[in-house]
């Protein structure tokens, strides 16, 4: 029997258990939890928030006491409790009530979100630890996706890092789901300069979510709210995006070819974006850090929340870590040219605290074996600023003037210099090398005997390092890490890392001696052959098959036509993503065979090769074997043998070199003849031995993502992507003893790496190399009208082709076509199997020396480095002229299609 | 005594026989034992510092009460003449206890101790235990006894150790059956970056060894457990694993399960160095292995050629045998856990 009295509070108790958001009177605040509320009271102030409701904190109890869950949360572990909640069924009553608010709201695709009452409070940072569902649709989607987000409450990750008992109560949105065009977050304060009169606004195609996990790459803008006018952007090339793959399942997938290039926002949509967030600052009165979205021109607002962390104080622009007297500071030279293909580009803060660990541990071993008799204050060495890593330049070409070779320091400090030091007014401020008579006489004997003894033993030590990588490697591939305790999987990572410093130590000769003979060679061609030595010495050759970097396209391509024989392995290979296709393959009776048989020996040979090695959030080929995948459907496809590209035509110019030398006076001609095979010989084994050191940093990565597995599942990182903002530091203090890993890895410092990083990320690279400080503030933009570019001819040869950018190797491979001029803004041994069908190579950043300039004079492709900005100005679909003998490269036609 | 008895005495011809016996057989078994007991107990490393009167030796000894069956021991020792009475102190006289008094002659005073305590009573028993009796147990023996006795040998198992342990690369050794933990220190004082597991069967052992590697500096290098090797669930981490005369203490049935173990535990390409006495070697070998034979666990020594195959049965490729001793039965045994397909055509660019 009802009467009005139980009616009306049937309806408050509704009220109080379902609330539709921005409706009706303002629920109580611990109702809703902190997501919530400030959705309804965004909604209330007329700002564009999809229509959402909530399952308040009350229904969340009304569940656990019709279920009899409440008397069993005391006592019970977190993770029984989430297990018991998603194996229990919603009662029919509350079940009920939540499906007639989703019909209210029209049954759309929703969002569905958790928000807990401890969430965001002023001590706690714990936004993201409970759990969202996108792209929900359907009755029993939504209510699976309701109990995902209630047992969030009981996460390890949520309790790790709160005490147990005091969990709290969880609220749910369901909020309609905006399938963005373009996602992201705006700042109403620049994060980096600290300024107020500065909105920051990070863009990428698809979800946002794609871009607060760090996965795609995306747009930068800088605005002044009070134009609003857009102050300055970076637009990146976006090849990848997150989106719904199928109703429930969001993922990474492809950004159509001719929307890559372009800003993911139109200033209008900028101008719109900045207004709303004006009006979101002025209705808090503090500064905000807003996710949205934008559908067809039209912004929502998805989220908002007081920027809560302080401005970055004093903004570093000297790389020195260590306080340094003003003459140093502003007088050093830095550089990442050549150090750039293995510290590459901006770098994780694992990356970073690795590379800061190689510092300290293993570079003075290095700067021994190559003959400096004292290598100086470790310190010194390195430096890093906004996220990437640089070498000390003044300070290793003073300590390198112990070495007979380096005395003269000018060789090595000008291959370091980039073209925006002007090395006229550069004066080392730690001077040259001092030493009186008797330091330099000892200096000269370590070098001489270290270099004695490199070349008697250089061989001997290459046989063993690759000798040694293989035995590691199966070794490493025997034990499951998840089944050593804490004290054994230290004493692993003592082992690795010891295995580790070896590698370097006895990789760094073979460079630095390639660089010495190179240098000798340089100096003796010019002194003796004039103009014809200039070719020439670019013309060296080696052995091709020697060269490991070449042998490891030859061997994708072995296992292309291998792949090819058997339709069915092609049938698997094809189809589909190339992310999934090693299960797919293991799971098919020929594919299996082909795995075991092919897939397997391969890995073992070059499976620890990835891009930017030191960086150890990159996975390698074996850990991700996709791009494997993709150069199999390229090579496959193609049909061309890699003999034929490699027996490319001869090079006319090789002859008269070739002539010229033979004029020259036995004794000289011998001298230059040995100098180049010692050459040779040191680069040779520079490539076979640096697969050795790439083993070893594959070996350190695997336990400490074993670490990051452990710590996911203590709830100390909500995921495995976290592993980036981890010190590497704490890994090893977390490893040697039995400390608790929540105190160990401080949430607080995780959070603070992540931001410091991503705020990185967003700026402008610092150059390549610069004297004393760089300040990004005046950074200087480069002139956009100059279509042509100048930097070293690293392989010579002419061609006119199109250009196709590459930013990620692993999603691009399979799109790049066969002559096409490959632009990117740096290569390593990883890239080799591109060169193969590539018309030309261009990069932003390198050397004669580098890896790109001696694979691309391997495959006879023409090719430029050291561009600078080639990823900047030159579009995918540009015809491009690359002159590889002047070092130029110019557009010759823009892509029209794009540009109107 | 009367004519008559005398007479009947000589004819019966024991007197002669009984003589012989006292000096050839019954002396020697009463110094050897003379001499264990105060080797074992330390009055011999005791008197080899200074003599020492009764009172001394009681309190060293811990003897409270039965001061006179104390002395008497000692008298006896005394009579044996290996040690003398003078001026009220007892002292080391003959040359066998001068020599076993002294601390570096320590592994042949427990190898003495070890025939006496171990080799004696199992001549004694064995034909007893054949009929059924009671069989021996790793209890009888005794560990601290045994660690110090295979110190005899210490120099030719290390030359083996030297021969298997690499100087300078970072390397994992398990060693089974580490005694009193020399070789595990042996392979670590030769490769400074080597760390290790050393694990054995008996508490005591283990705890001696334990406090050994932290007297030695090594316990951050080496860590040492109670463990079985047969129950021992780890991943392949070990770069080489060491057995030094413990394989007899596995029944010959099970040692190719051992062996194999032991291989799992091993990376591909990893190494198993075990030391061992053989069949075929002095009298004293073959009474250690009557003990085996009478115990309720290990087995006989090994014929050499027999463990070859186990090895091989284990899985082992590349076993190579040799003999540490010259013309002796002492050997040496390594083995390698390879892949088939473990060699690599890389180094041939170099």
């Given at each position: 029997m009802s009467t009005p009295t139980s009616a009306a509070h049937a309806t408050a108790t509704a009220n109080r258990e379902l609330v539709v958001l921005g409706a009706g009177e303002p629920p109580p605040a611990e109702l809703l939890g902190g997501k919530a509320l400030r959705l309804d009271e965004l909604l209330r102030a007329g700002l564009p928030v999809p229509p959402a409701f909530c399952l308040t904190t009350d229904l969340f109890e009304r569940f656990l006491k019709e279920t009899g869950l409440d008397a069993r949360i005391t006592g019970t572990a977190p993770a029984e409790l989430r297990e018991k909640i998603m194996a229990t069924d919603i009662p029919a009553s509350v079940a009920g009530a939540v499906l007639d608010a989703y019909g209210d709201l029209g049954r759309p695709r929703v969002a569905v979100r958790s928000s807990a009452t401890a969430e965001d409070s002023e001590s706690h940072s714990f936004a993201g630890q409970h759990d969202t569902v996108l792209d929900v649709a359907g009755d029993a989607a939504l209510l699976d996706a309701v109990k995902v987000c209630w047992a969030s409450l009981w996460t390890d990750r949520a309790a790790a890092y709160r005490d147990a008992a005091h969990a709290g109560s969880i609220a749910v949105v369901v909020q309609q789901m905006v399938h963005a065009d373009t996602g992201g977050v705006l700042f109403t304060r620049d994060p980096v300069s600290g300024r107020d009169d500065r909105f920051v606004v990070e863009g990428c195609w698809g979800l946002g979510e794609g871009l607060v996990a760090g996965k795609v790459t995306s747009d930068f803008f800088l605005l002044d709210p009070d134009g609003p006018q857009v102050v300055d952007q970076q637009i990146r090339y976006k090849v990848t995006k997150c989106a719904p793959v199928v109703p429930g399942t969001v993922g990474l997938v492809k950004v159509d070819a001719a929307a890559r290039n372009v800003p993911c926002l139109t200033p209008d949509q900028l101008a719109d974006l900045a207004a709303l967030a004006v009006r979101v600052r002025d209705h808090y009165g503090a500064e905000q850090d807003i996710e949205w979205a934008m559908r067809d021109g039209t912004p929502y607002l998805l989220q908002s929340r007081p920027i809560t962390t302080t401005p970055v104080r004093d903004r570093r622009t000297s790389p020195y870590v260590e306080p340094q007297p003003d003459a140093i500071r502003t007088g050093t030279l830095w550089s990442r040219m050549d150090i750039g293909e293995i510290f590459t580009g901006v770098m994780s803060p694992l990356g970073q605290s690795f590379a800061q660990y190689y510092q300290h541990n293993v570079h003075r071993g290095c700067a021994l074996s190559t003959g400096v008799r004292d290598p100086g204050d470790m310190s010194l060495h390195m430096g890093y600023l906004q996220g990437h890593v640089y070498l000390n330049i003044s300070y290793t070409s003073y300590l390198l003037g112990q070495c007979l070779p380096t005395r003269d320091q000018s060789r090595f400090t000008s291959r370091f210099a980039s073209e925006e030091v002007d090395l006229d007014t550069y004066e080392n401020p730690f001077g040259t090398w001092p030493g009186g008579p008797r330091e330099e006489a000892q200096a000269a004997a370590f070098w001489l005997k270290t270099s004695i003894t490199e070349l008697r033993t250089m061989k001997k030590r290459a046989r063993r390092m690759v000798r040694s990588r293989f035995y590691e490697f199966d070794r490493a591939q025997g034990i499951d890490l998840t089944r050593l305790d804490r004290p054994e999987l230290n004493a692993e990572l003592k082992r690795r890392l010891a295995y580790f410093n070896d590698m370097h130590i006895g990789y760094m000769p073979y460079y630095m001696n390639a660089f010495g003979f190179y240098g000798v060679l340089e100096a003796l061609c010019g002194a003796w052959l004039g103009q014809e030595g200039a070719s020439l010495r670019n013309r060296i050759k080696t052995d091709m098959s020697s060269l490991r970097t070449v042998e490891s396209a030859r061997e994708i391509w072995a296992l292309a036509q291998v792949a090819r024989r058997d339709p069915r392995v092609m049938e698997i290979i094809r189809a589909g993503s190339a992310h999934d296709v090693s299960t797919r393959l293991r799971a098919d009776e020929s594919g299996r065979a082909f795995w075991d048989g092919h897939m397997v020996p391969f890995l073992r040979e070059n499976g620890t090769r990835g891009h930017q090695e030191m960086e150890l959030t990159h996975p390698r080929w074996i850990d991700d074997p996709s791009y494997v995948f993709q150069m199999i459907r390229r090579y496959a496809e193609e049909g061309f043998s890699i003999d034929e590209v490699l027996d490319r035509a001869h090079d006319p110019r090789e002859d008269e070199a070739a002539q010229a030398l033979s004029r020259l006076p036995a004794p000289k001609r011998r001298t230059i003849e040995k100098v180049m095979s010692l050459y040779e010989t040191c680069s040779r084994l520079r490539e076979l031995t640096r697969m050795s050191m790439i083993t070893s940093i594959w070996l350190v990565r695997r336990v400490v993502y074993e670490v990051g597995r452990r710590l996911v599942e203590a709830g100390v990182l909500r995921s495995l992507d976290e592993v980036a903002d981890l010190d590497f530091a704490d890994v090893l203090e977390y490893l040697s003893g039995d400390r608790d890993p929540r105190r160990v890895f401080s949430r607080a410092k995780l959070e603070e790496a992540r931001r410091t990083f991503r705020a990185y990320a967003r700026l402008p690279e610092p150059p390549l190399s610069f004297v004393g400080e760089w300040d990004v503030t005046r950074a200087v933009r480069p002139a956009p009208d100059g279509v042509r570019l100048e930097g070293l001819g690293a392989s010579p040869g002419r061609i006119v082709g199109r250009a196709r950018i590459i930013e990620d190797l692993v999603w691009q491979a399979d799109e790049f076509q066969v002559g096409e001029v490959l632009v990117t803004r740096f290569t390593d041994a990883s890239w080799t199997p591109l060169f193969a069908i590539a018309g030309a190579v261009v990069t932003d950043i390198g050397s004669m020396l580098s890896h790109s300039s001696i694979v691309s004079r391997e495959f006879r492709v023409p090719s430029v480095v050291n561009s600078k900005h080639a990823t900047q100005m030159i579009k995918t679909g540009d015809l491009v002229m690359v002159d590889g003998d002047r070092g130029v490269v110019e557009v010759v036609e823009t892509d029209e299609r794009k540009n109107g | 005594m009367n004519v008559a008895t005398l007479a009947k005495l000589a004819r019966s011809r024991q007197v002669p026989l009984l003589a012989s016996l006292a000096r050839g057989l019954v002396t020697p078994v009463y110094r050897a034992s003379f001499l264990a007991a105060a080797s074992g107990n330390g009055v011999l490393r005791r008197l080899a510092v200074r003599p020492c009167d009764l009172d001394t030796l009681a309190n060293a000894l811990d003897v409270r009460e039965d001061r006179d069956v104390l002395r008497a021991w000692l008298d006896i020792g005394v009579r044996l003449g290996e040690l003398g009475f003078d001026d009220g102190c007892y002292k080391l006289r003959g040359r066998a206890a001068k020599a076993l008094g002294r601390p570096r002659n320590d592994a042949i005073a427990a190898a003495l101790e070890e025939v006496t305590r171990f080799h004696l009573p199992v001549l004694l028993e064995a034909p007893a235990i054949a009929r059924g009796g009671k069989r021996l147990t790793l209890r009888d023996q005794d560990g601290a006894v045994i660690a110090r006795s295979t110190q005899v040998i210490r120099p030719f198992v290390?030359?083996?150790?030297?021969?298997?342990?690499?100087?300078?690369?970072?390397?994992?050794?398990?060693?089974?059956?580490?005694?009193?933990?020399?070789?595990?220190?042996?392979?670590?004082?030769?490769?400074?970056?080597?760390?290790?597991?050393?694990?054995?069967?008996?508490?005591?052992?283990?705890?001696?060894?334990?406090?050994?590697?932290?007297?030695?500096?090594?316990?951050?290098?080496?860590?040492?457990?109670?463990?079985?090797?047969?129950?021992?669930?780890?991943?392949?981490?070990?770069?080489?694993?060491?057995?030094?005369?413990?394989?007899?203490?596995?029944?010959?049935?099970?040692?190719?399960?051992?062996?194999?173990?032991?291989?799992?535990?091993?990376?591909?390409?990893?190494?198993?160095?075990?030391?061992?006495?053989?069949?075929?070697?002095?009298?004293?070998?073959?009474?250690?292995?009557?003990?085996?034979?009478?115990?309720?666990?290990?087995?006989?020594?090994?014929?050499?050629?027999?463990?070859?195959?186990?090895?091989?049965?284990?899985?082992?490729?590349?076993?190579?045998?040799?003999?540490?001793?010259?013309?002796?039965?002492?050997?040496?045994?390594?083995?390698?856990?390879?892949?088939?397909?473990?060699?690599?055509?890389?180094?041939?660019?170099?």
């Open positions: - | 290390e030359e083996a150790v030297d021969l298997v342990v690499e100087r300078h690369e970072p390397r994992r050794l398990l060693e089974v059956g580490c005694g009193s933990g020399v070789y595990a220190r042996h392979a670590a004082l030769l490769n400074p970056r080597l760390t290790a597991l050393a694990i054995d069967l008996q508490d005591d052992v283990a705890a001696d060894a334990a406090a050994n590697m932290a007297a030695w500096g090594l316990a951050d290098r080496v860590e040492v457990r109670r463990a079985d090797v047969r129950d021992l669930d780890m991943e392949p981490v070990f770069d080489l694993v060491t057995m030094h005369n413990n394989i007899y203490y596995f029944p010959t049935d099970e040692r190719v399960k051992v062996l194999e173990r032991v291989r799992s535990l091993l990376a591909p390409g990893g190494r198993l160095l075990l030391t061992t006495p053989c069949r075929g070697g002095p009298v004293g070998m073959e009474v250690l292995d009557l003990w085996f034979s009478c115990a309720d666990f290990g087995g006989p020594l090994p014929d050499a050629a027999e463990l070859v195959d186990q090895l091989r049965s284990a899985g082992f490729t590349g076993v190579r045998e040799r003999r540490l001793i010259p013309g002796g039965e002492f050997r040496a045994f390594v083995g390698t856990h390879r892949d088939p397909e473990h060699g690599t055509d890389v180094e041939e660019l170099i």
